[in-house]
């Protein structure tokens, strides 16, 4: 068996903890060879509940369970966390975006990026999950200039899945038929989901669909699921985020498999012309521990002017944030 690694969830009495937290301690996320410890942190009217959550964990004598920790402070939960999965924020509700999130929650990720800083694991893999993302992470990563900024991330791979979802079911196909799927952007209803790339049992995916489709119904309501939820629900996807969450950090952590790759919002190189910094979703392949953004697509005049429009909209929820971007 090996050593236990340290998970630290944010936010781990909320509804997306409540999916997440069992996977991660049934092994789902990091293989079911690897112990974990978790390190839980809740904010102070919230720990009765927690202590409930962790009382559950126990009952379910997961062998891989190496311990858990309960904190209201960040710099408890943190402590030497290999890994972080920052989920603790407001959920919108109907009739908001996202970016209507960032007053309320972006003061939590500038507290928490400082508290990684202090005392987290200095090769701490960070997903970002709580909204906005893309742009909490970017917080974050600016307020722990000690670590590794590549190792600050988003998610988008919930947007990922569910472009798999609607492709898989337009075409008959299985979403392990197809590869190559792409996010582009913000996790936010500019992101551009992208099938120009991507193939199904090894046909391009963009001759088996019509293009009315692809553009008028494909790429909106791919954009528009996290609304569409909110309507149906009463409340933000939760078991399906938990289970983007585990995809995120096994792939980052184990790799992803050979000819295909995910989408993560990282921090931007400058590849594909989008400015370097921003916290942008690329397809990426994972290998070691390390993710590479994909390089050398063909962008067409369609697809980049969506990359534009959303890389436009990062740059402005940056700006509106710019007092907590040290
Ligand atoms: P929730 O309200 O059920 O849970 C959030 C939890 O965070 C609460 O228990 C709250 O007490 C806790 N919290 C608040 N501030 C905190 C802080 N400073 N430190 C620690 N914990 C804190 O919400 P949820 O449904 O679990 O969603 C959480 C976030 O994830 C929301 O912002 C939601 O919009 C976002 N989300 C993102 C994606 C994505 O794809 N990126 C998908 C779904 C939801
Ligand atoms: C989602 O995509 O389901 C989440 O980001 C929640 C939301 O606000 O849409």
């Known amino acids: 068996m090996k050593n236990p ?3 630290a969830v944010t936010g781990a009495a909320g509804q997306i903890s409540y999916s997440l937290l069992f996977r991660i301690a049934s092994g789902d996320m990091l293989g079911k060879d690897q112990p974990v410890i978790l390190q839980l942190l809740e904010i102070t009217p919230a720990m009765d509940a927690l202590r409930g959550v962790v009382m559950e ?5 997961f062998p891989l369970l190496a311990g858990t920790v309960i ?6 939960a ?10 603790g924020a407001r959920p919108r509700g109907p009739g908001m975006e996202r970016k209507d999130l960032l007053e309320a929650n972006a003061a939590i990720f500038s507290v928490q990026g400082k508290a990684l800083n202090a005392v987290a694991s200095r090769q701490v893999k960070v997903l970002v999950v709580g909204n906005p993302a893309n742009t909490n992470a970017l917080i974050a990563q600016r307020n722990a200039p000690d670590l590794d900024p590549r190792n600050f991330t988003a998610m988008t791979r919930l947007d990922h899945n569910r472009a798999l979802a609607q492709l898989a079911g337009k075409t008959g196909a299985a979403t392990t038929d197809i590869r190559q799927m792409i996010i582009w952007g913000n996790h936010s209803a500019t992101q551009y989901p992208d099938i120009s790339q991507a193939s199904v049992k090894g046909d391009a995916a963009a001759g088996l669909v019509p293009r009315e489709w692809y553009e008028t119904d494909f790429i909106p309501t791919v954009q528009q699921r996290g609304a569409a939820i909110i309507k149906a629900r009463g409340a933000s996807s939760a078991a399906s985020a938990a289970s983007s969450a585990i995809d995120h950090i096994r792939d980052w952590a184990l790799g992803t498999p050979d000819g295909d790759w995910v989408s993560m919002a990282v921090p931007s190189d400058g590849s594909y012309g989008i400015e370097e910094g921003l916290i942008y979703s690329f397809p990426v392949t994972c290998k070691n521990g390390d993710y590479s953004i994909v390089q050398g697509l063909e962008i067409d005049a369609f697809s980049r002017q ?4 959303t890389e436009q909209e990062l740059r402005e929820e940056r700006d509106g944030v710019a007092h907590l971007l040290p």
């Open 71 to 76: 904190s209201d402070k960040p710099e408890e």
């Open 306 to 309: 969506r990359m534009t429009v």
């Open 57 to 61: 964990l126990e009952d379910c004598a």
């Open 5 to 7: 690694v340290r998970v």
């Open 78 to 87: 943190f402590a030497d966390a290999d890994y972080a999965l920052l989920v």
